[in-house]
């Protein structure tokens, strides 16, 4: 019977589990078993403590097999709710069909006796979770040694392989701590005093669109911020308005990840927005004398804006997650723009279908901005929906819209759509407005805060989104630059320099 399974043919098959060697070193793989043991009997002595470890363990962070079998019953007979003591665990291995395996009621009832108390079984646990991480990452580097001995395998392809599977295993050491309310109502009450001190009122990052600013209050530390439209709407000419606003005017470093555009295109587009000169003189270089003292003075506040392009194309959420690590740690990065989501990728795991994917993509854009402390701001493209529908009404963008997975809607704080009218032909709104030149921002989502709708004015041929109130300063400027094109632009630039002053909301320059 099972019951009377010798003590000496047991130790015979848990010594044969315990001697397994790494293939490379001959080295026992690092493991805890006595502390394997002393938990298991914890959880089967104490009423309650399955839960103090029911988020540090996992099956299979028990060395022996037997030990991860017990494990496994006791687990299933906590999402059961039923009482955890020898008994009961002895019964759900039967049921499974591993009491044999494990060694029998006997082996159950020996773990129990060996056990005094649970005061360390937290500690117990997490030297457990430590060992089986190390068993991971040994596993993890003798496969990706193995396959780069191989010369068969595309190097670029393991490298994804490998982010990916040391991109899973770090997610699995991902652990945060409980927190009483105390200390975070003081951090709270904190971020409220500093936002009471500033003129502006806001408590985030300012994007330098002075309405979009008062409804969001700033973009907020730890939030996934979505801009999303349909193509030729201006998605990249916003996000480089705004990294413009942000580096140039107040000093905020900013990392852009271009997906799309080289980093030499994305820095041209860059400098037809500061500089307001043609966009195919920027090209063909063919430009007035006078327009090269232009391009001279206007670029001088581009050379030390912290502003950091990366241009990896298709890039893995594993590679955005080193990068921005580094960028913040370097450089105190403190926002992310990312150009756009769906061409990102998920570096090599396996996915049902290109919705499943994206859905990874923005729960880990999430998850980075919580890490990190900084908004992310990420462009997404929407479905054709929008073409299809008719009325003026009907070309406004919605939350159903958003291209591939509703998950980006789920895990987004706030969305935002970019709506040029005049792109669909429509120059008057019902109230008899000129929309002319102008794009709405519509804040479609907001979960701390309100929604609406905010209009600013966009220059098309500079790829340029700024204020309304801007627009009279820049006719301004462009007719004394046209009237005397022989003055040097620094005596024609005659508003306060962002840099020196503490009003840089005055000039859109």
Not at 87 to 94: A, D
Not at 290 to 317: G, H, N, R
Not at 451 to 476: C, M, P
């Amino acid at each position: 019977m099972e019951e009377q399974y010798s003590q000496s043919s047991r130790s015979k098959s848990r010594q044969k589990k315990t001697t397994i060697t790494t293939e490379e070193t001959g080295r026992l793989q690092p493991q805890a078993l006595e502390l394997e043991e002393a938990v298991l009997g914890a959880l089967m002595l104490e009423k309650d403590a399955y839960s103090v470890i029911s988020e540090i363990l996992r099956p299979e962070s028990f060395y022996d097999k037997g030990h991860e079998l017990i494990f496994s019953a006791i687990q299933d007979l906590a999402i059961q709710q039923k009482p955890i003591d020898m008994l009961t665990v002895v019964e759900q291995l039967r049921k499974k069909g591993n009491l044999e395996a494990i060694g029998g009621p006997f082996y159950i009832a020996q773990l129990s006796g060996k056990v005094v108390s649970s005061a360390h079984l937290e500690y117990h646990s997490r030297i457990i979770a430590q060992k089986y991480l190390a068993r991971e990452l040994i596993t993890f580097s003798s496969q990706v040694a193995s396959k780069a001995f191989d010369e068969t395998n595309d190097v670029d392809d393991l490298m994804q392989e490998a982010e990916s599977q040391l991109f899973e295993i770090s997610q699995h050491n991902v652990k945060k701590e409980v927190v009483q309310i105390n200390p975070i109502i003081k951090e709270a009450i904190g971020l409220i005093q500093k936002a009471a001190e500033r003129p502006d009122g806001l408590s985030g990052i300012q994007s330098g669109f002075k309405l979009l600013d008062k409804i969001t209050c700033g973009w907020q530390n730890s939030d996934l911020i979505i801009i999303a439209a349909r193509p030729a709407m201006g998605k990249t000419a916003f996000v480089l308005s705004m990294s413009k606003n942000m580096a140039v005017n107040y000093n905020i470093p900013v990392a852009v990840f271009s997906l799309e555009m080289s980093n030499v295109q994305l820095v041209n587009r860059l400098i037809i927005n500061v500089t307001e000169l043609p966009g195919e003189k920027i090209k063909n270089g063919n430009l007035e004398k006078y327009e090269w003292d232009q391009l001279d003075y206007k670029l001088k506040e581009l050379y030390d804006a912290p502003i950091f392009i990366d241009d990896t194309p298709s890039l893995s959420v594993f590679e955005l997650r080193t990068k921005a690590r580094r960028l913040v740690k370097e450089h105190h990065i403190k926002c992310i723009i990312i150009d756009y989501l769906q061409l990102m990728n998920a570096s090599g795991m396996n996915f049902g279908s290109r919705e499943q994917e994206v859905s990874a993509i923005s729960r880990s854009l999430k998850g980075l901005a919580k890490e990190l402390n900084i908004p992310i701001i990420a462009l997404s493209q929407l479905n054709r929906g929008v073409e299809t529908r008719t009325g003026s009404e009907g070309k406004r963008p919605q939350l159903s819209d958003l291209r591939e997975s509703g998950a980006i809607e789920q895990d987004a704080d706030l969305v935002c759509f970019i709506h040029r009218p005049e792109y669909y032909k429509i120059y008057i709104d019902e109230k008899g407005n000129d929309l002319t030149g102008k794009a709405e921002i519509i804040v479609a989502k907001h979960r701390n805060g309100a929604t609406g709708d905010v209009l600013l004015s966009f220059k098309k041929e500079y790829a340029r989104f700024q204020n309304l109130d801007e627009d009279q300063i820049v006719q301004e400027y462009q007719s004394r630059l046209n009237s005397q094109s022989d003055i040097a632009p620094a005596q024609l630039y005659s508003h306060k320099n962002p840099k020196t002053e503490n009003t840089p909301s005055d000039t859109p320059f």
